[in-house]
DNA sequence: GTTCTAGAAC
DNA sequence: GTTCTAGAAC
């Protein structure tokens, strides 16, 4: 499928870039989930999350950091998630750098709302820490990554149940002002 | 990953 | 009748 390999276009076009260097792109996503949203890719080909291992260690360190600052230069004193998902659709390893209010009207799904806020989504700190541990990224089962992404919505933020997406959405605005 | 839309849910 | 979601896309 094509589609799959959108990012390796997207990370080379300049006028997504808002940092590059020899080893790593920071770019925005094509489709933010938030208001500000870049995702952190590696120019090194390493596919998925899955590929990982403790040589990565040094390269993932860096994709942490320079995500970091770049949400605190760009981040307008928004709090922010750093993270990877577990089961990626998109080819080239990325690290989402997402701001915390979701506030975004390409945030559609009830997919797109859990792959951010269960256990779908892993810390960057976690990444880090399993491969220092254990040499590899300890990740959810696939039915677990299943049921993740079809766990009924909850707010990230409070212990509100919303029905529906347009519910979610709706209460979303709240905790933003 | 998105777009589109049938039919479920209301 | 309208809103919303889930699944196909050759």
Same mark, same amino acid.
């Given at each position: 499928?094509?589609?799959? *390999?959108?990012?390796?276009?997207?990370?080379? #076009?300049?006028?997504?870039?808002?940092?590059?260097?020899?080893?790593?792109? %920071?770019?925005?996503?094509c489709?933010?989930?938030a &208001?500000?949203?870049?995702?952190?890719?590696?120019?090194?080909? %390493?596919?998925?999350?899955?590929?990982?291992?403790?040589?990565?260690?040094?390269?993932? =360190? /860096?994709?942490?950091?320079?995500?970091? &600052? %770049?949400? !605190?230069?760009?981040?307008?004193? !928004?709090?922010?998630?750093?993270?990877?998902?577990?089961?990626?659709?998109? =080819?080239?390893?990325?690290?989402?750098?997402?701001? #915390?209010?979701?506030?975004?009207?390409?945030?559609?799904?009830?997919?797109?709302?859990?792959?951010?806020?269960?256990?779908f989504?892993?810390?960057? &700190? =976690?990444?880090?820490?399993?491969l220092?541990?254990?040499?590899?990224?300890?990740l959810?089962?696939?039915?677990?990554?299943?049921?993740?992404?079809?766990?009924?919505?909850?707010?990230?933020?409070?212990? *509100?149940?919303?029905?529906?997406?347009?519910?979610? /959405?709706?209460?979303?605005?709240?905790?933003?002002?």
């Amino acid at each position: 499928m094509a589609w799959t *390999y959108g990012l390796l276009d997207a990370m080379k #076009d300049p006028r997504l870039q808002i940092h590059n260097d020899y080893d790593i792109v %920071i770019i925005k996503d094509c489709y933010p989930k938030a &208001e500000v949203h870049f995702l952190v890719l590696p120019w090194k080909n %390493i596919p998925s999350i899955k590929d990982l291992t403790g040589s990565h260690l040094p390269l993932l =360190k /860096k994709m942490d950091l320079k995500g970091r &600052e %770049i949400a !605190r230069e760009k981040g307008g004193g !928004r709090k922010f998630k750093f993270g990877y998902h577990a089961e990626p659709s998109m =080819k080239r390893l990325h690290m989402h750098v997402i701001s #915390d209010d979701f506030n975004s009207v390409s945030l559609k799904t009830k997919k797109h709302w859990n792959s951010y806020t269960t256990g779908f989504f892993i810390p960057s &700190e =976690k990444v880090i820490k399993d491969l220092e541990s254990i040499g590899r990224v300890n990740l959810p089962s696939t039915s677990q990554c299943s049921l993740n992404l079809k766990t009924p919505l909850k707010c990230h933020k409070c212990s *509100y149940l919303p029905g529906n997406m347009p519910a979610l /959405k709706l209460h979303l605005a709240k905790h933003v002002e």
